[in-house]
């Protein structure tokens, strides 16, 4: 009987501590931590303020029974959701900035910066999720699971206790990082969205995102007028539809008072839009920004347009909004995708960053890894976006880099606004893959200021997802070795992030190619996808052009003269192909075979090294993570571990069909001093076809 | 019109090289030549001579009208097949001799090697192919196609033209390098092969091959007399059951006077046999002698038995066979495998070879690559067999070699021979992987000679199947330049299957692990596989024996003392682990994981790194490969190519398995400087189950 009662003990001592350190990753950044006292005083409540309460009684790692003073007072030089951090508590403008500064406080208290005399105002006023989820729950591009807004079946609608909780966690988790915006639904919209079933809900998420600072925002169809109001057009000048509009945004503020605004994709890919009715974008745009304008509501309206008519898709958002500049409201925005294709792993910046000078513009990021290897590969995108935020457009001068043509500060604009296409969805870990959840801390880090880089940033986020304070990392229970973990652990995983994105871009599409995806999918490789009775500008030969002679897309004058949309000297500089950027010479040139590089090797041997060279980044990566093995949870180790073996397979898939078919141009051996094709040809044109997601697999 | 009739011609013209030039292996190293002109003198005519006065004509490459004298003299010290080269001509015993002198003095033309004085005896005086074919056409162990004697059908016997001229072809090949012997269809025989149909068909294939040398024999199902002869036993002393097999001799010799005999696999693997009726082998064997020795015929009976009760599957070939030592008739050979297990990619020699003293005993080599790889992997297999015949018994002192107890030079046996279980089917190139080819010639040139090193077999076959005579290699239509070749194909090649069966053991199951397959195909790996009900000696556990302490079978006398059947100084040698060569070490030793190795490294570390150098290997093959296209024709270079790819990607999954499984006993991580896995083991175990034939393919 004693062994029987010391055997159950045993096992429910085993058990809580399995318990304990179940790590699932749902926490991301915010781990539990086992916090010391503290007295947090404040001269007012607030839904916001007891928020910021409780995070400081939870996460207080600071002084043992310490006072904290939350000051909220009106100080210019905070804009809208500042903070200043000093010894004896925080100041802001608002209960909001008291929040954020809270987050930020805990944050330093974790990574080892300095909490005193530390002033920080945002980038953007608007730092927005767009959530590409449809209402039935699923999610276009996401990698995570279903929507958490919207689910299938006939209770979709029916707001649950789960529900709520996760909407709380989700909007606790935006807040911590200064995200105060959610688009909650396709930009491919549904129009039922605007019925009043689908309202009511928005209104219940909205009602939970408030105290955390979160504006609720919804994407419309543009043709909702004809399909939910049984009109006959939905012509933006029709007075009817205008009135309909307004009738509609008045229905929706009754609701939510506190309504952002509406996202719309107008006369793009298949989406209904003003010129449908002969009018332009501006028309489009104006008629819902008055309908939203009485209850302070704004309109981004996105510059994702093209035509598989025109000889060269690259150019055609310049080309439609370029000439619109400044007939836009001053409550819209125009959201243009950081580069003129679509997201790709490496494009030069859309040409219309700094072109657009009376008109607002925000930056578009994509969030979710549609062509950068969805929740599988393990790819850190703060590189990425950093390298075209610091784009410079020379629109006004040398220094007019992106950033600065966005965030207000070259030109007078009454919004500034980033946004983000989500990676979030129902998985445990809200992103699918562990490292995904970087990428959304770096949207919002970055959103907030764009001037930090992403070495801090990773070293930010491994340290407050991995780190000794977590109650779930068990490896730190006791005896944590700072100097061990930062060597071991630290310093190397932060170094595969960094390199992350680059060996996608190596494995994938390097030296500025790019879209040779197969088809739907966007994961493998199609560099052969062309069907005869495809939209050209859908297929993969219409991006890369390969042919005897060489490859890349010519965007020179004596090309599509994509180049004339970038302001001097950058446009010369393109046009060159002797000062044109190696990382995007196939962007803007047909370049030959044996064009030597900049290394002295040619063209299809650089092509060659830097497809391997993917591969073995890859395989450092696995390596990395594998001596990670002693400082982390079994359970994420596991998932990462698994992920980067799918990747490095999926490498060497990207590799030898990027290498084959291109070598039946080249006609040229791949030098032999590199790991030669494990696959045929034949076999991944099949079977990157029958299985998009992951021949390999 | 012109332009029309030129572009006729042309195309003409072009198909015709075409023609020429296509090259599918179907010619072996037989490669058609442009050959010189010869006058052959003989003295006496017969079909066998005929024969070899074609194959000068064809294959000429001496001086262009030299005369050549075929002369068949008694001369004692030439035994039965042995020949004379000189400058006149070919002198020999048989008709059949001068056709093995002309098959070596064509090879000797285009190799390079002297023609004259040259005097060659073989070492065998039996060089048998054993077919593992099945009367419905299909092969057991068979990765080229279907049996070119049986076919499935009701017209399965009627001998057509086609039939006939395969059937030349077949025993052209096999005289070519000396083999004189082939049985006929599968040692798991149907009884159906005694039944009169299918010895009509016996008699026309034995018609065929008659001039090339080759005489027929047939594999028996010992229960026969029951099956088809409507008796009630097939007790070997039993009346009615000698004589039932007496009359069925007779019956066979009536149609086939030169009818070799019989091969049996009896009591095992649920073959039935003489110990089902509590007889011995030997009671069963002398049964068969007494009726096939009035005419000469003989009986190869199979040492490959073994029962699911006992202990050690090694050892019990020996426990059957030795005690039976001098009771066999003096026309019974006692066929046995290299290895105690079952041709495994290395086995230590059984230890029957040399310890029967007083029965003749003959090797059996797997030349099919049922356990390397199938016609899929590349594997040169003479350096396997080399390394059998040279392995030394001890059993009459230093220097007796398994070749040395077989061949007759140490024991005094009438009859000598060598089996090789063929790798031939319906495929055009006969073997399925043309590496494959060089497998069938090294059989015979080593069955003629054993002495021969693999070297210089793999210099002969390359020279032959690839060289610059013949007229389907395009490439050497002109300008061959022997350096460049030399140095650019023939050495590198040369080297690459020098180096192949060693990386299969390296990637599969090096330092002496045995059995590890996934079961039944026995392709790829499955270290895992031992399901409670089935049969012990059937699972992976069994041989490998891993556990947290270490890994190996334990077969010293702390285990199943299985080197007893050793002689001294070689039973002491394999008990010690400090001498037991480490190739071997874990087929004879149970060893810590942390043992240390002569490298220094630990057991588990030596393990890690062979099976990387095995991986690695194979992609040195694959560069070699490459880079030999411009000497090798597309066909040939393609299917080769494509192969190593596949044998590149099973060499990961190979090593992926086994280290991620043997892992979990050794608990220590995977050498960091060592690529690390693609694959998760659990995936592994699935499609390695789902897909026994290639995961991955």
Chains 1, 2 share one sequence.
Not at 11 to 20: C, G, N, P
Not at 163 to 192: C, F, H, T
Not at 661 to 689: A, C, G, V, W
């Amino acid at each position: 009987m004693n062994h029987l009662k010391l055997s159950t003990s045993l096992f429910f001592l085993l058990f809580s501590l399995l318990i304990l350190n179940a790590q699932n990753g749902h926490n991301v950044w915010l781990q539990n931590k086992k916090a010391k006292t503290v007295n947090v005083v404040s001269s007012k409540e607030s839904p916001t303020l007891n928020i910021a309460k409780n995070e400081l009684n939870q996460g207080w790692l600071g002084t043992d029974g310490a006072t904290i003073t939350l000051t909220v007072k009106r100080n210019k030089s905070l804009k809208q959701d500042g903070f200043i951090l000093n010894e004896n508590g925080i100041t802001a403008n608002t209960d909001l900035g008291i929040l954020y500064g809270t987050f930020e406080l805990l944050r330093r208290q974790q990574t080892g910066e300095s909490t005193s005399n530390a002033l920080s105002i945002p980038s953007y006023d608007q730092r927005i999720l767009n959530h590409w989820d449809n209402p039935n729950g699923s999610i276009e591009r996401g990698y995570a699971g279903n929507s958490l807004f919207w689910r299938y079946g006939k209770d979709s609608l029916t707001v649950t206790d789960s529900d709520i909780k996760l909407w709380q966690e989700y909007a606790r988790i935006n807040a911590s990082v200064g995200i105060n915006g959610s688009v909650l639904n396709n930009v491919n919209a549904s129009p039922m969205i605007l019925t009043s079933g689908y309202l009511q809900r928005v209104k219940a998420i909205n009602d939970v995102l408030r105290p955390y600072g979160i504006k609720t925002f919804l994407s419309i169809k543009f043709s909702s007028p004809s399909l939910i109001g049984g009109l006959e057009t939905s012509d933006p000048l029709d007075k009817n539809v205008i009135k309909w509009w307004r009738d509609k945004v008045k229905e929706i503020y009754t609701l939510i008072p506190d309504f952002g605004g509406f996202l719309v994709k107008a006369s793009s890919e298949g989406q209904p839009g003003p010129q449908d009715y002969g009018r332009s974008h501006a028309d489009g745009a104006n008629m819902l920004a008055d309908a939203l304008k009485p209850y302070n509501g704004i309109v981004m309206w996105r510059a994702f347009v093209y035509s598989p008519t025109d000889e060269d898709r690259a150019k055609q958002a310049y080309t439609e909004f370029a000439p619109l500049d400044g007939e836009f409201r001053d409550n819209v925005i125009i959201q243009v995708k950081n580069g003129p294709i679509d997201f790709q792993p490496r494009e030069p910046f859309s040409p219309l960053f700094g072109a657009l000078k009376e008109t607002a513009i925000m930056p578009e990021l994509q969030i979710t890894q549609e062509y950068l290897g969805h929740s599988t590969h393990l790819a850190y995108l703060a590189p990425m976006w950093k390298e075209f935020l610091e784009s410079d457009t020379y629109q006004e001068g040398e220094g007019s880099t992106v950033a600065k043509t966005t965030d207000g500060s070259l030109f007078d604009q009454k919004l500034t606004a980033i946004a983000g296409v989500a990676n979030t969805g129902l998985d445990d870990n809200w992103t699918g893959h562990t490292f995904a959840q970087s990428n959304w801390y770096a949207f919002g880090r970055l959103a907030w200021n764009h001037e930090l880089t992403s070495e801090q940033i990773a070293d930010e986020w491994l340290k407050l997802t991995f780190g000794p304070f977590s109650l779930e990392n068990k490896n730190y229970d006791v005896d944590f070795d700072e100097q061990a973990w930062n060597t071991n652990f630290l310093n190397p995983v932060k170094q595969m992030m960094l390199d992350s994105r680059e060996a996608i871009v190596d494995y994938m599409m390097p030296l500025g190619l790019h879209h040779i995806f197969s088809p739907n999918a966007h994961y493998g490789p199609g560099p052969w996808y062309g069907p005869a009775r495809a939209r050209k500008d859908w297929t993969s030969l219409y991006y890369h052009q390969a042919d005897s002679l060489g490859i890349g897309f010519d965007r020179t004058p004596t090309g599509s003269n994509a180049t004339i949309q970038y302001e001097e000297p950058l446009r010369s500089q393109f046009n060159n192909i002797e000062t044109c950027p190696e990382d995007v010479l196939l962007w803007f040139h047909h370049v030959p075979w044996d064009y030597k590089m900049k290394s002295g090797k040619t063209l299809w041997e650089e092509l060659c090294y830097h497809y391997d060279t993917g591969v073995h980044k890859v395989r450092t990566f696995q390596t990395i993570w594998d001596k990670a093995k002693p400082y982390v949870d079994h359970e994420r180790f596991y998932e990462v571990q698994t992920k980067l073996r799918r990747q490095a397979r999926n490498a060497i898939v990207w590799k030898d069909a990027c290498l084959l078919y291109f070598q039946e141009f080249s006609n040229t051996p791949i030098p032999y001093d590199i790991e030669r094709p494990l696959h045929n040809l034949e076999d991944l044109k099949i079977s990157t076809m029958k299985r998009p997601l992951d021949y390999n697999n």
